[in-house]
């Protein structure tokens, strides 16, 4: 049977964008025709976490309702390089807790992180979503593999926009961060685009 993830940011014993997390498993459910009945904040409230610092609280769970959980410290880390990877076929629209997909890719890959393109389109890396700098401004592609909680965030908040961002025009953006629930939109780790191995030097290097 399927089986789906929620990865929720707590720290300092406080849980964080909870109700984006219920919308997306309320919203899993209700895509297979089933009825969520797990709350994310009462199994929060029912683990009495009393540690301060950064913790994923990490919730598996399947379509009959049945779930596990975990916390876990957490560290953000930083990587030094990353590639882009075609796959026109990845599906990861929802938050499975099957990767085999996703770590292929990343099997394949000569750096530490890799960057899907799907259709020309810039999306995630294997683990988080993405923002690219352009003239101040954060944008987000409008490609996605996962609609990622963080992202809905800031961009219902008005902090990033989003645009669309290919092998055509990713050159025109200076850095670019990542983001997914647990990695903020911060300022700690941003690179420089020069940091992807294989970023296009002209338009007939597009080969990979």
Not at 99 to 128: C, F, G, M, P, W
Request: proline share 2%; charged share 30%; aromatic share 12%.
């Amino acid at each position: 049977m399927s089986r789906f993830i929620e990865s929720i940011k707590v720290e300092d014993q406080k849980i964080f964008l909870k109700e984006l997390h219920q919308k997306r498993m309320n919203d899993t459910f209700s895509n297979f025709g089933k009825e969520c009945k797990i709350d994310i904040y009462s199994l929060f409230l029912n683990l009495e976490h009393d540690e301060d610092g950064l913790y994923k609280f990490r919730i598996e769970y399947d379509l009959e309702n049945n779930f596990k959980t975990q916390v876990i410290p957490y560290a953000i880390s930083e990587l030094d390089d990353f590639e882009l990877v075609v796959d026109n076929e990845i599906d990861y629209s929802f938050k499975s807790a099957d990767r085999t997909q996703l770590q292929k890719l990343k099997d394949k890959s000569h750096a530490d992180e890799v960057i899907i393109i799907k259709n020309n389109q810039i999306t995630d890396t294997s683990y988080s979503n993405l923002l690219f700098l352009k003239d101040k401004t954060w944008f987000t592609p409008k490609s996605y593999l996962l609609n990622g909680v963080m992202k809905q965030n800031l961009l219902q908040t008005k902090e990033i926009k989003e645009t669309e961002i290919n092998l055509d025009n990713i050159k025109e953006f200076t850095h670019f961060q990542l983001i997914n629930a647990l990695n903020d939109f911060d300022d700690m780790f941003i690179y420089p685009i020069e940091k992807i191995i294989n970023l296009p030097k002209e338009e007939s290097d597009l080969e990979f």
